[in-house]
């Protein structure tokens, strides 16, 4: 191999790099964007517990509550019903939302487990 044909090779190595590294703020930027497109927000609440807290409540499936899925850090989604939930740390505790497709509303046990998880 020439001198050349090395550069090119380190070139190829290096840029396939920095997409590998880059992939996952990729991968974050286009979820943010797009999986709120056509869905309306239905639950927003404050709390006092911090991310950790919010997490556990969240991830527990009582009968009739939330099934979702861990999509990013504190991004969960259930896909078969169309809810979007994000946790959004604060100073002092953190905030919940909740998003389904539009047309749709949470049933009883979802909303209670959300205003349960909120509950200081």
Known sequence: ??????????VGVLVLGAVLLSA????RAWTTGHELDGKTKVFDAATP??????L???VHRPEGGLKLDIVTQNHFSDPARGITVRIKPRGQ?????AWVTQ?????AG??????GCAAS
């Open 93 to 97: 505790g953190s905030r919940i939302e």
């Open 56 to 58: 556990g409540c969240l």
């Open 24 to 27: 996952p703020l990729l991968w």
């Open 1 to 10: 191999m020439n001198q050349q044909q090395s550069r090119k090779a380190l």
């Open 103 to 107: 047309g749709s509303v949470l049933t």
């Open 110 to 115: 979802e909303t209670a487990q959300l205003q």
């Open 49 to 54: 517990r911090p991310v950790r807290d919010m």
